[in-house]
C-alpha cells in the first residue's frame, strides 16, 4: 500500500481495525480545488468558489494531494486515505498555486457553514531560513522575540474567519511551514493567539504539525515548535500559553499522493512523490476524522486534546520545542478516547482537574437478587450522572444501562436461598415421632425448621434464618458506580400441611424478612432504608406414585419481593462554572440526591417438580426439574438435577 511507513508510523492499520474509518466525519479544506475526475476523490462537496471551474493547478495539483493523503478512496489504486470513508467539502481559493487571504477566509467561512468537524489549513506564508535571526532574538531555549513591528509571521489576517470557524465547532488544522525555522509559519501560529487575559482566541481547537521523516527525525524542511513571546517582561517571558502547546509532528518526506489529472507534471503518473507540512497536517486531519467517528461526543477542543495526549514522544522527554508533544497516533488517540472513564466525585474542583472516584463505568452495574432494575428507573440521579475520561472532559452516563435483571438463586429448600450467593446448601434433617425438624447452612447464611404432623396428618412448622451477605444485599451484587456494602437479613417463615386424600398433601408457606444494610465507597447508592421483603410457597405432594414409599411433589414460590423499603442515590448531574478562562475555571458540581422507593410489581417465580425413590431404608434418589420465571416475559430458565441422598 502507498505510504504503508507513513501509516504504520501513525498507528493508522491499529484503527482501522477497530472500525474507524472517519465514516460520518466532514474534513473542509481550503486549497486550490480538487481533480474531481480522479477516482480516489469521492463523498466531495464543491464549494462554487471564483475558482471552482479553474481548478488546474498546474504547478502540483496541492488540493488534490492533500485530499488524496487525508480521505482518499480505498479502491485499490492510487492513495488511500488516512479517513477513507469520511466527507469531504473543498474550497478553492485560488488557482495555479496561489491564494489570496480574502478568499481563504472566504473559504474558511464556508467549511465552517457547511459543517466542517475539521478544516484543514496547508498553507502559511514564507519566511528564507536565513532571514530568521534577522526578525527574531533568542530569550531563552525554544523561545524568540520579535525584533520589527512587523515580519513574515505577522499576520493576523485571518484571524476572524478563524474564531468564525471555531465558535462554529470546527477543529483547525494547520502546516507549520516548510522554511525549516525554528518557530511556526503564519497563519498556524494563530492557534496559540491569546488575548489581553491570556485567553485563547480559538479556544483550543487547533492544532499545529510538523513533519517527520521515516525514522521520526524532524524533517529539514519543517518548522519547529519554538515559541515567539507575546508578553516580553524583563527579558522574560510571560505568555501563559506556547506554540509546543499546541503542536504535533506527522510524516512528511516523500510520500505519494494523488496528483491534479490536468496537471502537464502529472499526466504520466497516477500519484507523485511528495514532501512537506502540508501532508503532515493532511494526516493529521485524517486522524482526527477517525477520532471523531470513534466517538462522536467530542468537541472539537476534546479532539485536540486527546490528539496531543495521546502523541508517541519523541526528542527531548515531554513537550519540547521542536516536536512538540511528538508524533501522532491514531490507534493511542481512539484507546484514549475510548479508554477508563470514572465517575466524578461530588467536590469542588476545577475544569482542568475533575475529580475522579474510583469507581469506574464499564465495570458499573447490579446483578441478580431482590433489588431489580426496575427499582432504579426513573432516577435523575442514576441516568444523568456525571463522568470524566482520562483527559478530563466530561458527559453524562445512564447508570441503569448496566443493571442486569437477572434470575435469582434458588432452593427450595428455602425461599430465601437467593441469599446464598450462590453457595451450596446443606441440610440436616432431624425426626422424633411426629417431630420433624432441620438446621440448613452455606458460607453466608444459617436457618433451622422445626414442625409436628399431629394424627390427622395436618403439618404446622416454623422457620428462623440469617443470612450476612458480603458486598450484596438481598443476593443483589453491585459493583463499581453501584456498588454495596455488607447486610444482615432475618427471615421467619410459617409452613402448613393439609391432607386432601391418603398419601396426598396440599402445603403452603408465607415467609417475610428484614434487612440492614449498608454502603460501599465511591457508590452513587448512598443509604438504604430497612428493607422489608415477602414470600410465599404452595405446592402438592403425593406418595407411592411410582414405586412403594415413592414421592412426587409440585410447587411454585414466589421469590422474595421488597414490600417495604428505600435506597438513597446521590451524583453530579451537572456543573456550575465561575471564573472561566482558558487555563480552567472554578466548578461547583451540581448534586442530585434521591430517595427511591424500591417497591415495584416485578415479580420471580420458581416452579419445581420433585421426585424422591427410596433405594433403601438409609439413602435414596432425587430427581428435580426447576422452572424460573418471571413477570416481565423473560426467558424461562430451566435446570434438571439428579442427586443421591444418604441418611445417617
Same mark, same amino acid.
Given at each position: 500500500?502507498?505510504?504503508?511507513?507513513?501509516?504504520?508510523?501513525?498507528?493508522?492499520?491499529? #484503527?482501522?481495525?477497530?472500525?474507524?474509518?472517519?465514516?460520518?466525519?466532514?474534513?473542509?479544506?481550503?486549497?486550490?480545488?480538487?481533480?474531481?475526475?480522479?477516482?480516489?476523490?469521492?463523498?466531495?462537496?464543491?464549494?462554487?468558489?471564483?475558482?471552482?471551474?479553474?481548478?488546474?493547478?498546474?504547478?502540483?495539483?496541492?488540493?488534490?494531494?492533500? /485530499?488524496?493523503?487525508?480521505?482518499?478512496?480505498?479502491?485499490?489504486?492510487? $492513495?488511500?486515505?488516512?479517513?477513507?470513508?469520511?466527507?469531504?467539502?473543498?474550497?478553492?481559493?485560488?488557482?495555479?498555486?496561489?491564494?489570496?487571504?480574502?478568499?481563504?477566509?472566504?473559504? /474558511?467561512?464556508?467549511?465552517?457553514?457547511?459543517?466542517?468537524?475539521?478544516?484543514?489549513?496547508?498553507?502559511?506564508?514564507?519566511? #528564507?531560513?536565513?532571514?530568521?535571526?534577522?526578525?527574531?532574538?533568542? $530569550?531563552?531555549?525554544?523561545?524568540?522575540?520579535?525584533?520589527?513591528?512587523?515580519?513574515?509571521?505577522?499576520?493576523?489576517?485571518?484571524?476572524?474567519?478563524?474564531?468564525?470557524?471555531?465558535?462554529?465547532?470546527?477543529?483547525?488544522?494547520?502546516?507549520?511551514?516548510?522554511?525549516?525555522?525554528?518557530?511556526?509559519?503564519?497563519?498556524?501560529?494563530?492557534?496559540?493567539?491569546?488575548?489581553?487575559?491570556?485567553?485563547?482566541?480559538?479556544?483550543?481547537?487547533?492544532?499545529?504539525?510538523?513533519?517527520?521523516?521515516?525514522?521520526?527525525?524532524?524533517?529539514?524542511?519543517?518548522?519547529?515548535?519554538?515559541? /515567539?513571546?507575546?508578553?516580553? /517582561?524583563?527579558?522574560?517571558?510571560?505568555?501563559?500559553?506556547?506554540?509546543?502547546?499546541?503542536?504535533?509532528?506527522?510524516?512528511?518526506?516523500?510520500?505519494?499522493?494523488?496528483?491534479?489529472?490536468?496537471?502537464?507534471?502529472?499526466?504520466?503518473?497516477?500519484?507523485?512523490?511528495d514532501i512537506g507540512t502540508s501532508d503532515s497536517a493532511a494526516y493529521v486531519s485524517g486522524v482526527l476524522a477517525l477520532l471523531r467517528s470513534s466517538q462522536k461526543q467530542l468537541t472539537a477542543a476534546q479532539s485536540i486534546e486527546i490528539l496531543k495526549k495521546s502523541a508517541v514522544d519523541l526528542g527531548t522527554p515531554g513537550v519540547d520545542s521542536v516536536y512538540g508533544y511528538g508524533l501522532v497516533s491514531a490507534?493511542?488517540?481512539?484507546?484514549?478516547?475510548?479508554?477508563?472513564?470514572?465517575?466524578?466525585?461530588?467536590?469542588?474542583?476545577?475544569?482542568?482537574?475533575?475529580?475522579?472516584?474510583?469507581?469506574?463505568?464499564?465495570?458499573?452495574?447490579?446483578?441478580?437478587?431482590?433489588?431489580?432494575?426496575?427499582?432504579?428507573?426513573?432516577?435523575?440521579?442514576?441516568?444523568?450522572?456525571?463522568?470524566?475520561?482520562?483527559?478530563?472532559?466530561?458527559?453524562?452516563?445512564?447508570?441503569?444501562?448496566?443493571?442486569?435483571?437477572?434470575?435469582?438463586?434458588?432452593?427450595?429448600?428455602?425461599?430465601?436461598?437467593?441469599?446464598?450467593?450462590?453457595?451450596?446448601?446443606?441440610?440436616?434433617?432431624?425426626?422424633?415421632?411426629?417431630?420433624?425438624?432441620?438446621?440448613?447452612?452455606?458460607?453466608?447464611?444459617?436457618? #433451622?425448621?422445626?414442625?409436628?404432623?399431629?394424627?390427622?396428618?395436618?403439618?404446622?412448622?416454623?422457620?428462623?434464618?440469617?443470612?450476612?451477605?458480603?458486598?450484596?444485599?438481598?443476593?443483589?451484587?453491585?459493583?463499581?458506580?453501584?456498588?454495596?456494602?455488607?447486610?444482615?437479613?432475618?427471615?421467619?417463615?410459617?409452613?402448613?400441611?393439609?391432607?386432601?386424600?391418603?398419601?396426598?398433601?396440599?402445603?403452603?408457606?408465607?415467609?417475610?424478612?428484614?434487612?440492614?444494610?449498608?454502603?460501599?465507597?465511591?457508590?452513587?447508592?448512598?443509604?438504604?432504608?430497612?428493607?422489608?421483603?415477602?414470600?410465599?410457597?404452595?405446592?402438592?405432594?403425593?406418595?407411592?406414585v411410582f414405586a412403594n414409599r415413592d414421592s412426587l411433589t409440585f410447587q411454585v414460590t414466589e421469590m422474595p419481593h421488597i414490600t417495604s423499603g428505600t435506597a438513597e442515590v446521590t451524583s453530579v448531574t451537572g456543573f456550575n462554572y465561575d471564573n472561566v478562562t482558558d487555563m480552567g475555571a472554578n466548578v461547583t458540581p451540581t448534586v442530585t440526591r434521591e430517595t427511591l422507593n424500591l417497591v415495584n410489581s416485578?415479580?420471580?417465580?420458581?416452579?419445581?417438580?420433585?421426585?424422591?425413590?427410596?433405594?433403601?431404608?438409609?439413602?435414596?434418589?432425587?430427581?428435580?426439574?426447576?422452572?424460573?420465571?418471571?413477570?416481565?416475559?423473560?426467558?424461562?430458565?430451566?435446570?434438571?438435577?439428579?442427586?443421591?441422598?444418604?441418611?445417617?
Amino acid at each position: 500500500m502507498a505510504n504503508d511507513t507513513a501509516f504504520k508510523q501513525m498507528g493508522i492499520y491499529g #484503527a482501522w481495525a477497530q472500525g474507524y474509518t472517519g465514516k460520518g466525519v466532514r474534513i473542509g479544506f481550503v486549497d486550490t480545488g480538487a481533480d474531481l475526475t480522479n477516482k480516489d476523490m469521492k463523498n466531495i462537496i464543491l464549494a462554487k468558489s471564483p475558482y471552482y471551474k479553474t481548478m488546474i493547478d498546474v504547478d502540483r495539483g496541492h488540493g488534490t494531494g492533500v /485530499i488524496s493523503l487525508a480521505a482518499g478512496s480505498r479502491d485499490g489504486t492510487g $492513495v488511500v486515505g488516512v479517513a477513507y470513508d469520511a466527507s469531504v467539502l473543498v474550497y478553492a481559493g485560488g488557482a495555479n498555486g496561489l491564494v489570496l487571504y480574502s478568499d481563504i477566509a472566504n473559504g /474558511i467561512k464556508w467549511n465552517a457553514d457547511n459543517k466542517a468537524d475539521i478544516i484543514n489549513l496547508s498553507l502559511g506564508a514564507r519566511m #528564507a531560513q536565513t532571514d530568521f535571526s534577522k526578525y527574531y532574538r533568542t $530569550v531563552s531555549p525554544g523561545i524568540y522575540a520579535r525584533n520589527f513591528a512587523t515580519d513574515p509571521y505577522n499576520n493576523t489576517t485571518l484571524l476572524p474567519a478563524l474564531q468564525y470557524a471555531a465558535a462554529k465547532g470546527s477543529a483547525l488544522v494547520f502546516a507549520a511551514g516548510n522554511d525549516g525555522n525554528l518557530t511556526p509559519t503564519s497563519p498556524a501560529n494563530l492557534a496559540v493567539a491569546t488575548d489581553t487575559k491570556g485567553n485563547l482566541l480559538l479556544g483550543g481547537q487547533a492544532i499545529i504539525v510538523g513533519a517527520v521523516d521515516k525514522n521520526n527525525n524532524i524533517a529539514s524542511f519543517s518548522n519547529q515548535a519554538g515559541h /515567539i513571546c507575546q508578553n516580553l /517582561i524583563s527579558n522574560a517571558c510571560q505568555d501563559k500559553v506556547f506554540i509546543r502547546d499546541f503542536f504535533v509532528v506527522a510524516p512528511g518526506g516523500s510520500l505519494q499522493w494523488v496528483a491534479n489529472a490536468n496537471s502537464t507534471v502529472t499526466k504520466t503518473s497516477a500519484a507523485l512523490q511528495d514532501i512537506g507540512t502540508s501532508d503532515s497536517a493532511a494526516y493529521v486531519s485524517g486522524v482526527l476524522a477517525l477520532l471523531r467517528s470513534s466517538q462522536k461526543q467530542l468537541t472539537a477542543a476534546q479532539s485536540i486534546e486527546i490528539l496531543k495526549k495521546s502523541a508517541v514522544d519523541l526528542g527531548t522527554p515531554g513537550v519540547d520545542s521542536v516536536y512538540g508533544y511528538g508524533l501522532v497516533s491514531a490507534e493511542r488517540a481512539i484507546n484514549m478516547a475510548i479508554g477508563q472513564i470514572n465517575i466524578v466525585k461530588a467536590t469542588t474542583q476545577t475544569t482542568t482537574q475533575i475529580s475522579a472516584s474510583n469507581a469506574v463505568l464499564s465495570s458499573t452495574g447490579m446483578t441478580g437478587g431482590v433489588i431489580t432494575k426496575q427499582s432504579f428507573m426513573g432516577s435523575n440521579a442514576l441516568q444523568n450522572t456525571q463522568v470524566v475520561d482520562s483527559t478530563g472532559r466530561t458527559f453524562s452516563a445512564n447508570m441503569t444501562a448496566g443493571i442486569a435483571t437477572t434470575m435469582m438463586a434458588y432452593n427450595p429448600g428455602t425461599a430465601y436461598s437467593a441469599l446464598s450467593g450462590g453457595a451450596p446448601i446443606n441440610y440436616v434433617d432431624f425426626g422424633y415421632g411426629n417431630a420433624l425438624s432441620s438446621v440448613y447452612s452455606s458460607a453466608t447464611m444459617n436457618g #433451622a425448621k422445626v414442625g409436628h404432623q399431629f394424627d390427622s396428618k395436618v403439618y404446622v412448622g416454623m422457620e428462623v434464618g440469617v443470612a450476612h451477605e458480603i458486598n450484596s444485599v438481598l443476593g443483589s451484587t453491585g459493583y463499581g458506580g453501584m456498588a454495596v456494602g455488607n447486610s444482615d437479613t432475618h427471615w421467619n417463615a410459617f409452613h402448613l400441611g393439609l391432607p386432601v386424600a391418603n398419601e396426598s398433601m396440599l402445603f403452603g408457606s408465607m415467609a417475610v424478612g428484614s434487612t440492614k444494610a449498608g454502603i460501599a465507597p465511591d457508590s452513587l447508592i448512598t443509604g438504604f432504608s430497612t428493607l422489608k421483603t415477602k414470600s410465599w410457597t404452595m405446592g402438592f405432594m403425593t406418595k407411592n406414585v411410582f414405586a412403594n414409599r415413592d414421592s412426587l411433589t409440585f410447587q411454585v414460590t414466589e421469590m422474595p419481593h421488597i414490600t417495604s423499603g428505600t435506597a438513597e442515590v446521590t451524583s453530579v448531574t451537572g456543573f456550575n462554572y465561575d471564573n472561566v478562562t482558558d487555563m480552567g475555571a472554578n466548578v461547583t458540581p451540581t448534586v442530585t440526591r434521591e430517595t427511591l422507593n424500591l417497591v415495584n410489581s416485578y415479580r420471580q417465580f420458581a416452579s419445581s417438580v420433585i421426585h424422591t425413590m427410596p433405594l433403601d431404608k438409609v439413602s435414596l434418589i432425587k430427581t428435580s426439574l426447576l422452572f424460573q420465571s418471571d413477570n416481565a416475559g423473560s426467558k424461562v430458565n430451566q435446570m434438571l438435577s439428579i442427586n443421591y441422598i444418604a441418611r445417617f
